[in-house]
């Protein structure tokens, strides 16, 4: 059996030539790819908004609570479902101003000025609703009134969603409304605010039309054992419909 006159020295410098060639050869091709990947992930870490809209948790609005829609339902029901209502449209989130003219959430001295319910509403109520209204609150399918409704966002109807809320048991026809517009727009409404002992709530409510007419309410609640009852409202704006 006959070896190699070449020296194994040789044999294995010249393999370790023929490694470096080859992975430089890679390295060559691989690197222009790395490169524009690692640029592309710059980019999009300096300008979020090029990689798409992204909905962060902490950005979604948090829900309403659900102890607040049996007060809810008591506004509809008692101020604007009628017999021919067959679809309530609801704005779904809850608002932060009381009217189309207003610029900023209301305050103290907003409160103060109207004297509102001739001046008698509790402090810690008023303080309650003006603290709810800050910033704007997700309402969810917990309405009860027995008329089906979908939810509005950014002036357009959801979809797929419709929702037939079941008739409460203690819910009878002459709870309907009875001065209710013939109509209804699409309702707006605030977050709930109560009172330290929770018998007084106090809701804002708005209608908005098609036809540019509508109304914002302000809703005064107080609560026998577990009913709630409206005691008065207070009519904060009205438009008339456009000519």
Request: proline share 9%; with cysteine; hydrophobic share 40%.
């Amino acid at each position: 059996m006959q070896t190699s006159d070449v020296p194994s020295g040789e044999i294995g410098s010249g393999l370790t030539i023929v490694l470096l060639q080859a992975i430089l050869t890679c390295m060559r091709m691989t690197l222009p790819l790395a490169h524009l990947l690692l640029t592309s992930f710059v980019l999009v870490l300096a300008d979020p908004a090029g990689a798409g809209p992204v909905e962060r948790a902490e950005d979604r609005p948090e829900p309403v609570p659900p102890e607040e829609y049996t007060l809810y339902d008591q506004v509809i029901q008692t101020k604007f479902l009628t017999s021919r209502t067959s679809l309530v449209m609801i704005e779904r989130l809850t608002v932060t101003r009381l009217g189309p003219e207003e610029r900023n959430p209301p305050d103290r001295a907003y409160f103060d000025e109207n004297r509102f319910f001739e001046g008698r509403l509790e402090p810690d109520l008023v303080a309650d609703f003006l603290l709810k209204t800050r910033r704007p609150f997700r309402l969810e399918a917990k309405f009860h009134f027995g008329v089906p409704y979908r939810f509005v966002s950014d002036g357009e109807l959801e979809e797929p969603e419709v929702s037939l809320g079941p008739i409460p048991a203690e819910f009878s026809p002459t709870d309907l409304a009875q001065d209710a517009p013939p109509t209804i727009g699409i309702l707006e409404f605030s977050r709930v605010g109560f009172n330290r002992r929770e018998d007084q709530a106090l809701i804002y409510v708005g209608d908005n039309r098609p036809d540019g007419s509508g109304a914002g309410l302000l809703v005064l609640l107080h609560r026998r054992g577990r009913v709630w009852t409206i005691v008065n409202t207070e009519v904060l704006w009205v438009a008339r419909r456009e000519e």
